[in-house]
């Protein structure tokens, strides 16, 4: 995923910068950065590999050194960034959050309208920030260039673009993640997490539409380009990625996932699937919610029958290595044998993408001696891998236990009609994959939340939510 945090002050701007990027980690593992502009020493930046490490004990000797007034800083998945260029509009830094899908067309289109380079890097693959900032340069204006780049983007692109007065910031063109301003005296700040500029003196202004540029400085917000009307925002904001404190379209991300857990056990209890369980359990951190909405609807005592030891394993996804990532989920969580042993529990994880984590988490369970454990999962199915940002991002989408299930039903060609049908949970087809995932990882129940009882959950037009890994719709 990856997000961001600007700022644009009167005064020194970096340790709100600091202070504000860094509640940007839980939504990347990889790299971060901080770039600044000062009228004396120019441009500066700092970029950091935070895989082994947070993002405060990287940039703490940074913060010593950097000095400005305007300053963009990100947390990133992927690619090192922001990215400093020097260009015909002036020198500015960019970062992005989003995920590319056209970037050989991209490219070659900027040869063939004469770039002629892109620096190399060691995957082969050309920095999506660095082909932003190309696209961006082939207009005659900052606003033109960043408008063309939204429209020719396929994929999803939110930015962050500093020159010397201030910051361009972009919401992606269907709003697929968000952006939100904030101000204090003397300064306004951007950003991905509203909560994020809190308890740094900052009130909210408002949070950008799908599609909408703005120029923030010291003084003020200047509309550039209004937003659009259609908007895809990502449901798995709410589910998965956003911190509990987050704000998204007006609903909060606690408030939402206590609705979800609310609504799966109103399904088990209408269709006489609620079971007699010791506990309702959520998997650390995004579970829990889920688990204490499901506990205080169907009145069974919420536990926590195991803890996350977050001394050294404060993130729920550091590595991007598929093992090294099971090795973590078994590492950072460490049982409470005595509300396991002889136990039935309703177990609750944010969703099931490959099924290796949560199976090993049930089987974790069963070793310290859990007598059943329900798996309510607070999303349906995954069958379609995602497209435009980078939470079911797969090398296959076989990666997707689902589509390993309906390949084992189906053969390997299956059309888009089967799939819906395996989407469908009013389908036949939808309960024997259910059934299958169930005894293949090996749980006593299994029963997903439905789409329409999850989109519910958040609260606003249907229309507005993207909820394409889950129906296929985009």
Known sequence: MGGFFGVASKHDCVTDLFFGTDYHSHLGTRRAGMAVYDREGGFDRAIHNI???????????????????????????????PLLVSSHLGDFALTVVGKINNTEELVQNSFDTGTTHFMGTSSGVVNSVELVASLICGKGSFPDGIHY????????????????????????????TPVVIGKKEDAYCVAFESYSYFNLGYEDVRELGPGEIVFITPDGVEDVKPAGNEMRICTFLWIYYGYPTATYEGVNVEMMRYNCGDALARRDLASGQGVDADMVAGVPDSGVPHAIGYSNRSGIPFARPFIKYTPTWPRSFMPTNQSQRNLVARMKLIPVKELIHGKSMVLIDDSIVRGTQLRETTEFLYHNGAKEVHIRPACPPLVFPCKYLNFSRTNSEFDLITRRIIRDREGENVSQETLANYADPDHTCYKAMVEDIRKQLNFTTLN???????????????????????????
């Open 51 to 81: 895989q082994n490490s947070p993002f405060r004990t990287k940039f703490e000797r940074d913060v010593l050194d950097l000095k400005g007034t305007v300053g963009i800083g990100c947390i990133s998945d992927y690619d090192p960034q």
């Open 149 to 176: 780049a939204q429209e020719v983007v396929e994929g999803s692109m939110s930015l962050l673009l500093m020159t010397p007065e201030g910051i361009f910031a972009a919401r992606d063109r269907l709003g697929r």
């Open 448 to 474: 997903f939340h439905r789409l329409d009882d999850m989109v519910n959950s958040v609260g606003i037009e249907p229309c507005k939510l993207c909820t394409y890994c889950w129906n296929g719709k985009e």
